[in-house]
């Protein structure tokens, strides 16, 4: 009894010397450590490393930017199982520890201790955890987890257990970019966290401890394991029951690598914001910024499926180039066997001996591969790695015999193309010639080459190419300058080239309208104006003399500005701006907008000699549509930042105002005030004009616009010399838009704008202003209507018959026709004499 009295007293004194070297162990380490600590505090208000997002006007996603994918999410926003599935994997104990857990740090000494003073696991709780992510290094040292240890008690007192396990879920690594639990759901199952099944919360929830060695995509078989571990532990805890756990574990892994998608499809404008963001921010792909653009998230797809469509059109119209990529493998050892006889071909001449030895050893790869009866498993991993482009799918030719093709697509299936998806594949020799029809599908592509296909409303395939021709299609608000949207090239992924923005085109026939426009607003001219379109030939400034051209060859003779403009008559431009003056129709296109730096000062600006970018010449064409007002074009309209979306800028844009008096600065629209833009043009002349533009679709070079059947809609073509560039530009009250065709090399297309870019404009605007009640601009109360006489533009008198109704400003009326017309009658030759013309010659 003395003896267990005195062991229980030593037992005792022992406790308490544990106990108070324990606590003088902590308070020295505290006192020791504590002056080097960070700030607690600073995770109240601790902003995350989240990326660049852009948006369009009604917040649908276009793009994202920045390496550490992030979707923040609140405490209440997390889903219990997904917490419990958490707390299973990391720290049952989390609700109930004051940020350390003993046991844990037991287990961590013994590790220490036979490390020799490197720590191995470490113990950490989740409090500990969030210490060491947001205020200390990644380092295993003792030191650190001392820190650690301190850190965490702090946080404790000053931080609630919801928030410190907010921080803990939005900043954690879990694997493929993915930072936080919402963006691995994203990540791995394409889909928000609140809608992840139990099993898929916990596969998430084993990732933390090793994102590479517990990643599903990496190691299906080893994250299977840790993820039923945790279901075991949370049917353990209390947190499922027997069924829920039974269903989980036997849910199969379905975790899948998912890139962000876009809601709306516009690379072309998510890469002009981002580029915005970086020319004015440092941090900013981690700086939490978010740009919400004037793109109209109904606009965009359909300006970028009119100029797909529209390209592979004209692709189709000039022939089959051939497949991508010709006699492809079928298997991984077949093209293991071609590479290393193609590697070793180039070495023959160095060592004939390396040569003969890879040989064989191909011809061994080559006799095993005969032996396997359908395997494609190389051309699925080319179809893999081979990106969709715009709407054409990559494919492998499988069979190509009599009038059918059959092609291996991406998702492994195989489609049959018929006859009427092949018979437009004439072989293509240039722009303007094609070689025969094909008789057979053989002589289109054979087994093993890569071809695209695209899908036809009806579901069938057809088979195409990716376009050699590139476009742009710009739409703009005219009464704002907002792009609305923008297609830039074919495709982002095949070129990145801006072609709105970047590519200076000459822009032809449809810079017409702005010389037409500046004799109109000088109220020298009007639509009845009469002008020869007859041959001119000058000096154009060197040896040679220049002698332009109708672009059908022939000549009028005196012309209506109206008809000349409808037809689109180069001669009459031509003599158009020589009456005006060069300089100063210049100066008037300068105040319009246009640099005059960069316009030609010779008469070759009347044919549209000037390059300008599909972007700037959108924006000539919205001053049009509002009326004369020089609105400007504007993309970025609102840019914030961090979690409560702190506004960086907002755009101030120039508006169309026309019933604001001349020298008002600002007007209210919708409960935001704008500046008023700057009239340029008299609205009384740009009224004849947008009248004159819609001759041009109703009898002139842009009929086809007809079958919009829409009165209110106007526009001009162009094509430049040798055909390179193909132009449609028009508009309506509402949306003015601008299409371009051309290729990057500036070689010809062979085409008229007529042919390659007004069908893509049509196409759009017919399915932009579908449902779109029409409308038509008010008439100025200065414009009348007069009958004149179609041959000399005079007005007539009212006993005087037949003319036609044309549009004048009331102050600036041509001279009537005389009652009689002198006629030279010569008797012998029986001819008559011309009636006398008020025309410029």
Known sequence: MKFLRTLTFSAFWLLISLTTASVLAVVGAALYFAPGLPDVRQLQDYELQTPLRIFTRDDKLIGEFGEERRLPVEFDEIPPEMVQALLAAEDAGYFDHHGVDPKGLARAAVELIASGGDIQ??????????????????????????????????????????????????????????????????????????????????????????????????????????????????????????????????????????????????????????????????????????????????????????????????????????????????????????????????????????MATARRAAERSQTEVEGIEGDVSNWLQVLERTPALGPLQPAIVVESEGREMRVLTRQGEVATLAWDGLDWARPYRSARSRGPAPSSAAEIASPGDLVRILEREDGSWRLSQQPEAQGSLVVMDPQTGAILALQAGFDFNASKFNRATQARRQAGSIFKPFVYLAALNSGEMNPASIINDAPVVMQDGSDELWRPNNSSGDFLGPTRLRVALARSRNLVTIRLLQTLGLERTIGFLEEFGFDAERLPHGLSLALGSTSL??????????????????????????????????????????????????????????????????????????????????????????????????????????????????????????????????????????????????????????????????????????????????????????????GIEELFRADHLPGYQPRRVDQAVEQESGSQGTATYEAIF
């Open 121 to 354: 696991s470490g113990g950490s709780t989740i409090t500990m955890q969030v210490a060491r992510n947001y205020l200390l290094t990644l380092d295993r040292t003792f030191t650190r987890k001392i820190r650690e240890i301190l850190l965490a008690l702090q946080m404790e007192q000053i931080l609630s257990k919801e928030e410190i396990l907010e921080l803990y879920v939005n900043k954690i690594f879990l694997g493929h970019r993915a930072y936080g639990i919402a963006a691995a759901a994203e990540v791995y199952y394409d889909r928000p966290l609140s809608e992840l099944t139990l099993a898929q919360q916990a596969m998430i929830a084993g990732l933390p401890k090793a994102p590479s060695a517990f990643n599903p995509l990496a190691n299906a078989e080893r994250a299977l394991i840790r993820r039923n571990w945790i279901l075991f532990r949370m049917r353990e805890l209390g947190f499922i029951d027997q069924a829920a756990y039974d269903e989980a574990v036997q849910a199969p892994v379905t975790a899948r690598r998912h890139v962000a998608q876009a809601e709306v499809p516009a690379d072309y404008v998510a890469e002009m914001a981002r580029q915005y963001v970086v020319d004015r921010f440092d941090d900013a792909y981690t700086g939490g910024y978010r740009v919400t653009t004037t793109l109209d998230s109904e606009l965009q797809p359909l300006a970028r499926q009119a100029l797909a469509k529209g390209l592979i059109a004209y692709d189709t119209r000039h022939g089959w180039r051939g497949p991508e990529q010709s006699e492809i493998p079928r298997s991984l050892a077949e093209a293991q066997a071609q590479t290393d006889r193609q590697g070793l071909e180039e070495e023959l001449a160095e060592s004939p001996e390396v």
């Open 613 to 802: 970018t599909p972007l700037e010449m959108t924006r000539g064409y919205a001053v049009l549509a509002n009326g004369g007002f020089a609105v400007e074009p504007w993309l970025i309209e609102r840019v914030t930042r961090g979690e409560d979306q702190t506004v960086i800028e907002e755009a101030d844009p120039l508006v169309a105002c026309r019933e604001c008096a001349p020298d008002q600065q600002r007007v209210e629209r919708d409960g935001e005030t704008y500046r008023v833009a700057p009239r340029v043009a008299d609205p009384a002349a740009v009224y004849l004009l947008r009248d004159m533009l819609r001759d041009v679709v109703e009898r002139g070079t842009a009929r086809r616009a007809l079958s919009l059947e829409r009165s209110d809609i106007v526009g001009k073509t162009g094509t430049t010399n040798d055909q390179r560039d193909a132009w449609f530009a028009g508009f309506n009250t509402d949306l003015a838009a601008t299409v371009w065709v051309g290729k990057d090399d500036n070689t010809p297309t062979a085409e008229y704008g007529s042919q390659a870019a007004l069908p893509i404009w049509v196409d759009f605007m017919g399915r932009a202003l579908a449902g779109r009640p029409e409308r038509l601009p008010e008439r100025p109360q200065e414009i009348v209507v007069r009958r004149v006489d179609p041959d000399t533009g005079r007005l007539l008198h009212d006993d005087q018959p037949g």
